[in-house]
């Protein structure tokens, strides 16, 4: 059974290598790691010609979530996850999601515990043991572990690929769709470290991942009555003022009229 990874990257020098070092240190080793690079400035493409295994693209994109679509577009294992360029996986866990799926043959979506590091990879804090389901994505979208997430490749045949008008939050839109249709699977040990860190994207912009989760939430004709859906409407509007969240009401039903 082979694991396919797409790592999406822009000028992620300083910490890819982590990346690719992290799935090359797998004690399953039939595995594609597949990186589509938006056409780096810096030493990032220096990196990549040191790994001979590794299959990339370096290449003006549209973006992250473009990135991701083309990578899945070239996969061809079994299992697929998506792992980005400043996140790296535990140390040989590769064999026992393998195995889990092997002797699980209705599991479609497997996921387990993540760990937060700083920029230095050291560590802050581990996310664990929580139930994922479509309710829980939708009262609570940062329980998202998008690093821990690996599922088969029938998902993206019958879903499709993330949102590219979504820049922040199309992994909840992502795994928010499959919930849909798929019980999510638990497995009790920690599968991954997400870097957190001042100038990465989604610690920078929180009032957008409000706004995006709330697109997320029209689009998927999740009621506006829901508390959760309710709240990041107040939050947001209150983030950019009455005049301005007026005009994107009066927008929206400019839309719909």
């Known amino acids: 059974m082979r694991i396919s990874i797409i790592t999406p990257s822009y000028n992620q020098g300083e910490f890819i290598e982590d990346t690719i070092k992290s799935v090359i240190n797998q004690d399953h080793k039939d595995i594609e790691h597949i ?8 030493q990032t493409v220096s990196i990549l010609k040191k790994y001979d295994h590794l299959k990339w693209v370096s290449e003006r994109d549209s973006g992250q979530s473009n990135a991701i679509n083309m990578g899945f577009r070239k996969v061809s294992g079994n299992i697929i996850a998506w792992l980005n360029s400043d996140d790296y996986y535990e140390d040989h866990i590769f064999g026992d999601i393998v195995k889990y799926f092997e002797q699980n043959p ?43 997430f690996f599922w088969r490749r029938e998902v993206i045949e019958i879903i499709g690929g993330v949102d590219e008008d979504l820049h922040l939050v199309m992994d909840f839109d992502f795994f928010l769709r499959i919930a849909r249709r798929y019980k999510f699977h638990y497995i009790n040990r920690n599968l991954s470290y997400y870097r957190t860190y001042e ?19 029209r689009k998927q004709h999740i009621p506006m009555t ?32």
């Open 35 to 42: 990186i589509m690079d938006g056409g780096s400035t810096d």
């Open 106 to 148: 209705e599991c479609m979506l497997l996921y387990g515990d993540i760990t937060f590091v700083n920029k230095e990879g050291h560590s802050l804090y581990k996310v664990s043991g929580d139930t994922i389901d479509y309710g829980k994505l939708i009262e609570c979208p940062d329980i998202v572990r998008q690093p821990s």
């Open 199 to 217: 100038v990465n994207k989604t610690s920078a912009l929180p009032r957008r991942q409000v706004y995006e989760i709330y697109k997320v939430f």
């Open 226 to 257: 829901i508390p959760r859906a309710n709240y990041l409407i107040r939050k947001y509007f209150n983030s950019i003022g009455a005049v301005k969240g007026l005009a994107a009401i009066i927008r929206h039903l400019r839309k719909r009229g």
